[in-house]
């Protein structure tokens, strides 16, 4: 079961900025940085922000991260069709020990 | 770095599957490695983690004593055998790897996929 909380779509036309949300809690967000994921169909999660709002090198500026107490937060400008994808949240939980992940969101490029 | 896991596997109720995760490309002791599995049509489930280093572990509560992550150090392999299948566990299985124990994953393998089916 996912202890973090994300809404189940977003989307947005080309060129458009999308906005997903993560919240959850004070043993994981609160305490712990927010990392973000992205997954194609059919392939492996892909690390997409880390510590909240550092972007691995290749990744494009067009994403970014934010974290506010118990929530976290994935912004896409300029959407393009190949950002329709899933996007997990996942940080640490302290209570249970454990990493735990978004109920992930549906991208869609309308 | 490749973390290249074993093939699809299928499996009746009640059996065990093993699944491997062989690391290369990095410093095998120096990350840890993280299974998560995604059923189908579903979100990520984190199952646990170990230490390459030392071969510590931690379980997802939901699998604390079915699952057991072991390593082989000198070919750099990990291993997860999950016991007791039953269907729910029918899944893609995912072995990744991450820097820090609370840190983020930043590769994973390819995945396989486990079907348990009588």
């Excluded at chain 1, 992205?38 to 997409?48: I, N, R, S, V, Y």
């Excluded at chain 2, 059996?15 to 990095?26: L, P």
């Excluded at chain 2, 820097?99 to 930043?106: L, Q, V």
């Amino acid at each position: 079961q996912s202890v973090l909380t994300q809404p189940p779509s977003a989307s947005g036309s080309p060129g458009q900025r999308v906005t997903i949300s993560c919240s959850g809690s004070s043993s994981n967000i609160g305490s712990n940085p927010v990392n973000w994921y992205l997954q194609l169909p059919g392939t492996a999660p892909k690390l997409l922000i880390y510590t909240n709002d550092q972007r691995p090198s290749g990744v494009p500026d067009r994403f970014s991260g934010s974290k506010s107490g118990t929530s976290g937060s994935l912004a896409i400008s300029g959407l393009l069709s190949e950002d329709e994808a899933d996007y997990y949240c996942a940080a640490w939980d302290d209570s249970l020990d454990g990493q735990v992940f978004g109920t992930g969101t549906k991208v869609t490029v309308l | 770095v490749q973390l290249v896991q074993s093939g699809a596997e299928v499996e009746k109720p009640g059996a065990s599957v093993t699944v491997s995760c062989k690391a290369s490309g990095y410093s095998f002791t120096f990350y840890y490695i993280h299974w998560v599995r995604q059923a189908p049509g579903q979100g990520l489930e984190w199952m646990g983690i170990i230490n390459p280093s030392g071969g510590s572990t931690s379980y997802g509560d939901n699998f604390q004593g079915r699952v057991t992550m072991t390593r082989d150090t000198p070919t750099a392999t990990v291993y997860m055998r999950l016991s007791s299948l039953r269907s729910e566990d029918t899944a893609v299985y995912f072995c990744a790897r991450a820097p820090e124990r609370r840190g983020a994953i930043d590769y994973w393998g390819q995945g396989t996929l486990v079907t348990v089916s009588s």
